[in-house]
């Protein structure tokens, strides 16, 4: 397929094809803007951005912006009066005043009215109160009055409780004026099946909260010291605890492991006799096993680095001492070394390897046993 084919399935026609390399050919050359570099100008000229040259040069000048001030200081000045205003959000009347604009239309609304957004809650009649909402300490009027204080603060229950009247109303904490106003709230929604949730709110917890708040609050200084190496010393304790129980899930495994490898086969054709004779022999040598197995290769304490994949590599990598290893069996490991003169260049046998790795391996199981015998005692 030829190129003249690809361009009558694209739908290029010779004409068109012309037209666009005459216009990109007649392109005249722009010139450098005054402010712009040279190296600057040939980087985004003469590239593969030269269509997005123009994004690159500001549209005004600094003469522009000069020329747009001193436009500015000729327009004619527009007049300001200092008008009185009413607030729609307002229902007294009260008026105040403010600098307007002589040209502002009269009858338009206060500009900050729409953010004026009142909190409309549901209310109650005579009967309905009479029929759910009595209470000792409450009356109609004195309900009546703390939903007014609600819905004129919109729920700022710190200016509703500075404003309660208490003199005429009765004398109420804000825990209490909150839950009355929650109870009443959540059975007139629930009664008139009213879009919202139900909000749930406990006084006597809301006390307790505020009362330990105000005692957290009102510490002295050594209170504080004490508290904190009271909670340092916990942390230290419940620290032990776990090693502790660690350790003894530990030594209980090697245990478990020991009498594992200890008790014998089951062959179907044991006597009573044998039975008992191997619980006395169990009982007897409980610690001749234990000494006996628990270097045993059974037990995994210290794996050092396997290399399984093909290809060469040096056999002293094998004795090389894993990297989780703490500083505690290392130095435990250093100090058997040091005990029966082993030198530390050893040559890299096979026999030699599995050896020495496995006297470093019982070093760490017997560190690791009389930490768990300690911490068990």
């Given at each position: 397929?030829?190129?003249k084919?690809?361009?009558d399935?694209?739908?290029?026609a010779k004409?068109?094809?012309?037209k666009?390399?005459?216009?990109?050919?007649?392109?005249p050359p722009?010139?450098?803007p005054t402010g712009m570099?040279?190296?600057?100008f040939?980087?985004?000229?003469?590239?593969?951005?030269?269509?997005?040259l123009?994004?690159a040069?500001p549209?005004?000048?600094?003469?522009?912006k000069?020329?747009m001030?001193?436009?500015i200081?000729?327009?004619?000045?527009r007049?300001w009066?200092?008008?009185?205003f009413?607030n729609e959000?307002?229902?007294?009347g009260?008026?105040?005043?403010?600098?307007?604009?002589e040209?502002?239309?009269?009858?338009?609304?206060?500009?900050?009215?729409?953010?004026n957004?009142?909190l409309?809650?549901?209310?109650?009649?005579?009967?309905?109160y009479e029929?759910?909402?009595?209470?000792?300490?409450?009356?109609h009027?004195?309900t009546?009055?703390?939903f007014?204080?609600?819905?004129r603060?919109?729920?700022?229950?710190?200016?509703?409780?500075?404003?309660?009247?208490r003199?005429?109303?009765?004398?109420?904490?804000?825990?209490?004026?909150k839950e009355r106003f929650?109870?009443?709230?959540?059975i007139?929604?629930?009664?008139?099946?009213l879009?919202g949730?139900?909000?749930?709110?406990?006084?006597?917890?809301?006390?307790?909260?505020k009362?330990q708040?105000?005692?957290?609050?009102s510490?002295?200084?050594?209170?504080?010291?004490e508290?904190?190496l009271l909670?340092?010393?916990m942390?230290?304790?419940e620290s032990?605890?776990k090693?502790?129980?660690?350790?003894?899930?530990?030594?209980?495994r090697?245990?478990?492991?020991v009498?594992?490898?200890?008790?014998?086969?089951?062959n179907?054709?044991t006597?009573?006799s044998?039975?008992r004779?191997?619980?006395r022999a169990?009982k007897?040598q409980?610690t001749?096993?234990?000494?006996?197995?628990?270097?045993?290769n059974?037990?995994?304490?210290?794996?050092?680095?396997?290399?399984k994949?093909?290809?060469?590599?040096?056999?002293?990598?094998?004795?090389?001492?894993?990297?989780n290893?703490?500083?505690?069996?290392?130095k435990?490991?250093e100090a058997a070394?040091?005990k029966?003169?082993i030198?530390?260049?050893?040559?890299?046998?096979?026999e030699?390897?599995?050896?020495?790795?496995?006297?470093?391996a019982?070093?760490?199981?017997?560190?690791?046993l009389r930490n768990?015998?300690q911490?068990?005692?």
């Amino acid at each position: 397929m030829g190129s003249k084919d690809v361009k009558d399935i694209v739908g290029l026609a010779k004409d068109d094809i012309a037209k666009s390399k005459s216009i990109r050919l007649n392109r005249p050359p722009m010139k450098r803007p005054t402010g712009m570099s040279r190296e600057v100008f040939n980087l985004i000229a003469h590239g593969p951005n030269e269509e997005n040259l123009f994004t690159a040069i500001p549209t005004k000048k600094l003469e522009d912006k000069h020329q747009m001030k001193k436009m500015i200081l000729f327009r004619k000045v527009r007049k300001w009066k200092w008008k009185e205003f009413e607030n729609e959000g307002r229902a007294d009347g009260f008026k105040l005043s403010h600098w307007e604009r002589e040209d502002r239309n009269p009858a338009e609304p206060y500009i900050f009215a729409r953010m004026n957004k009142r909190l409309n809650l549901p209310r109650f009649s005579q009967e309905e109160y009479e029929r759910h909402f009595q209470a000792e300490k409450w009356t109609h009027e004195s309900t009546e009055y703390l939903f007014d204080l609600c819905e004129r603060f919109d729920l700022r229950w710190a200016i509703i409780s500075s404003r309660f009247e208490r003199e005429k109303y009765g004398d109420f904490s804000m825990e209490d004026l909150k839950e009355r106003f929650y109870r009443i709230y959540n059975i007139l929604k629930r009664d008139r099946c009213l879009e919202g949730p139900i909000y749930s709110f406990d006084a006597e917890n809301e006390r307790k909260r505020k009362q330990q708040l105000e005692m957290l609050w009102s510490r002295t200084e050594d209170e504080i010291k004490e508290e904190e190496l009271l909670r340092a010393q916990m942390r230290r304790i419940e620290s032990r605890r776990k090693e502790r129980e660690k350790r003894t899930q530990d030594l209980q495994r090697l245990i478990n492991v020991v009498e594992r490898s200890a008790s014998p086969e089951p062959n179907g054709s044991t006597s009573g006799s044998q039975v008992r004779s191997s619980r006395r022999a169990q009982k007897q040598q409980k610690t001749q096993l234990m000494s006996a197995h628990l270097f045993s290769n059974d037990v995994p304490n210290l794996r050092f680095a396997e290399f399984k994949s093909a290809g060469p590599h040096l056999r002293s990598q094998e004795m090389k001492i894993p990297s989780n290893v703490g500083q505690k069996k290392l130095k435990a490991i250093e100090a058997a070394i040091e005990k029966y003169q082993i030198p530390l260049a050893l040559p890299a046998y096979e026999e030699t390897v599995r050896l020495f790795n496995d006297l470093r391996a019982r070093v760490v199981l017997a560190q690791e046993l009389r930490n768990a015998l300690q911490g068990t005692q």
